[in-house]
Structures are given as C-alpha cells and as structure tokens.
C-alpha cells in the first residue's frame, strides 16, 4: 500500500501566485514528516521537516494529523523554485527509514 | 569538501556484467541508505546500512548487494540478476542527532 500520495505529477503556476503541493500519507502511529526539493542539476536536499515547524525560502508546511495531510505551501511563487519535489515519510520503529511520495514537478512561469 | 561523494557519474553495464556504484562519506554519519530513482516512481529504498558490517534490505533489494567494511563507504552492486538496472542511484547518509539524509549527486547506469 502506498505509504506516501502526492496525488499531482506535475503543478505549473505563474510568478507571484501561490502555491500548494500536496501530500497525503498513511500510518496510524506518530510520523515524521519531510519535504525534500531536487532543483535541476543539483542534488536531492532537505526543504522542511514538520517537526521543526520552520519556514525555508517562503515555504511551510503543518502536518494535519486528522486529515493525514502535509502539504507544502508558499504565498508567492518565484521562478527559482522551480524543481522536482518530494514529500517523506519516517515511521516510528523504521530505524529512521524514508517512504518517498512519487514527487512533484513544480514549474513556475514568469 | 564534505559530503557525500558517489562515483561514476555515468556507468553502462554490459549484459551478464556485475557493476559497482561508489558511495564516500565523510560526514562521520553512521547510517547510511541506497536509493533508486525512476521517473514518476519516486525514490525507493534498496538497502540500508545502520552502522559498519550490518545492512538491511530495503523494498527492492532484489538483484542489489552491498557491502559496509568501514564507516566511509557503502558500495552497491548492481548484479545480473537485475533485469531493469537501468537507472538513477541516490546514496545518502543520516548522522545521529537529527534524523535527517543528506545525499550524493547520484549516478546514472545505463545497460548497453
């Protein structure tokens, strides 16, 4: 079963305009939630993990225990956010292993 | 430069041919991870290594072994038993206080 559903392969939005990239998962215990980004020809690295509850290049992210939600957002999109981007998923007793969604391409015009 | 090095770049595996994805850390970082990266699949786990000479399956370990001799490196082996090698590996390393993976530029194998 898929651990980790970021339902849209691909997202496009204009420059200034929000944003929100989508990211569902399934556990019943207490996880840890990840959004890692992959901007082209660089390497996969950490956005923003939920537990640190911070706010990385204009993006948040609040885990929604009750929706099983951990969406990414950012009030005005720039054009150098524009990368693949992925949400994770740690589950308590994994040994700190990491459940990728399939990602999401996110584009933005200017 | 610190981090986490993976060498080649690019490899190409000929039929029958057993080939061997470097992976450097020197990030003092315990554990350590291997990745596939297909397009629209995301990434998945092959094996991972919690600390030196112990190293468990991840989801498709099939046709994969590695090896975890010092704390530096974690070599996969791409074997002949995998059909559909063709693809984008991703190491990375966790240290232990937070649990956070960094990871490598990856290398891209390609089966002539």
């Known amino acids: 079963a898929q651990r980790v559903t970021q339902p849209e392969k691909l997202l496009s939005v204009f420059k200034g305009a929000p944003v929100e990239l989508k990211c569902n998962y399934s556990?019943?215990?207490?996880?840890?939630l990840f959004w890692y980004v992959q901007y082209s020809r660089q390497r996969l690295q950490l956005l923003l993990r939920?537990?640190s509850r911070e706010s990385i290049k204009g993006f948040t992210a609040d885990l929604n225990k009750g929706e099983t939600s951990f969406h990414l957002k950012k009030p005005f999109a720039q054009e150098e956010d524009s990368a693949m981007y992925y949400c994770?998923?740690?589950?308590?007793?994994?040994?700190?292993?990491?459940?990728f969604g399939k990602g999401t391409l996110l584009t933005v015009n200017p | 430069d610190g981090g986490i090095t993976q060498s080649p770049k690019y490899l190409f595996r000929k039929e029958g041919q057993n080939v061997t994805l470097s992976c450097e850390q020197n990030l003092n970082h315990d554990a350590m991870y291997w990745y596939r990266q297909d397009p629209g699949q995301g990434l998945r786990l092959i094996y991972y290594s919690q600390i030196v000479n112990d190293f468990q399956k991840g989801d498709i370990a099939e046709g994969y072994s590695v090896s975890r001799e010092k704390k530096e490196s974690f070599p996969l082996t791409v074997t002949s038993a995998q059909k559909n090698p063709t693809a984008f590996y991703l190491c990375?390393?966790?240290?232990?206080?937070?649990?956070?993976?960094?990871f490598g530029a990856g290398t891209r194998l390609s089966v002539l």
């Open positions: 939920h537990i």
């Open positions: 990375a390393s966790r240290g232990a206080a937070k649990n956070i993976q960094y």
């Open positions: 994770a998923l740690s589950e308590e007793g994994s040994n700190y292993k990491l459940t």
């Open positions: 556990y019943s215990g207490s996880p840890e």
